[in-house]
């Protein structure tokens, strides 16, 4: 079964400051790969989604991006934090259809 | 897209008891239902789950139905323990997950 690695585990970052969070998948090939914020306290909100390397869907608008450079890695970026912006990060992961996301371990972004 | 509602959005129960959680969706294309468990600061762990063709799925102490005419299915949580007490999600999806807001589930010794 496939396996994600996500890291940092926390982050602490300034307003205005960029972002880069990455995400990698082992165990399998071809993967459709989602991003999803978690505010505190609150839901999954999915963020971006990716079919195959450079396929990326945004579902909502946001100063948050997406990139698929390889099959199995996936990150999220942004130009310029807002506090907004905080909250736990998580990469997931399915293959073979959509039965059952495998979530990453998250990250959890504090802007200040 | 779809839309996930689920309710309550907390649920506090004495150990022994049962708790059911309810969700609702919009999309009647969505296929594909699992309910997942999040402890605190953890990532969410799939407890179980329930395709469209199916009414009922049972396993141990949990189980799933699904209604599609009334597009709502349930977690059913019997002779809950402490260690059940997390937030439960529910989910809907035909080729991505839309999420409900979470059910905080405290079971009380």
């Known amino acids: 079964s496939q396996t994600i690695h996500q890291w940092p585990a926390t982050l602490v970052q300034p307003v205005g400051s960029p972002l880069s969070l990455e995400c990698t998948v082992e165990g399998t090939s071809n993967p459709n790969l989602y991003w999803y914020r978690q505010a505190a306290g609150r839901g999954l909100q999915l963020l971006f989604y990716s079919v195959g390397i450079g396929q990326i869907s945004s579902e909502v608008p946001q100063n948050l991006s997406a990139s698929r450079p390889q099959d199995r890695q996936f990150i999220l970026s942004s130009k310029k934090l807002l506090l907004s912006d905080s909250g736990f990060y998580l990469c997931a992961c399915t293959t073979g259809g959509p039965y059952g996301y495998t979530f990453g371990s998250g990250t959890r972004l504090t802007v200040v | 897209g779809e839309n996930v509602e689920q309710h309550p959005s907390t649920l506090s129960v004495q150990e022994g008891d049962s708790a059911v959680i309810k969700c609702t969706y919009s999309d009647s294309a969505s296929n594909y239902f699992p309910w997942y468990k999040q402890e605190l600061g953890k990532r969410p762990q799939l407890i179980i789950d329930?395709?469209?063709?199916?009414g009922e799925k049972k396993d141990q102490r949990i189980a799933v139905t699904l209604n599609k005419t009334a597009k709502h299915f349930s977690l059913h949580i019997t002779e809950t323990q402490p260690e059940d007490s997390a937030v439960y999600f529910c989910a809907a999806s035909f080729n991505k997950f839309y999420f409900g807001s979470g059910t905080k589930l405290n079971v009380k010794p």
């Open positions: 329930i395709r469209s063709n199916v």
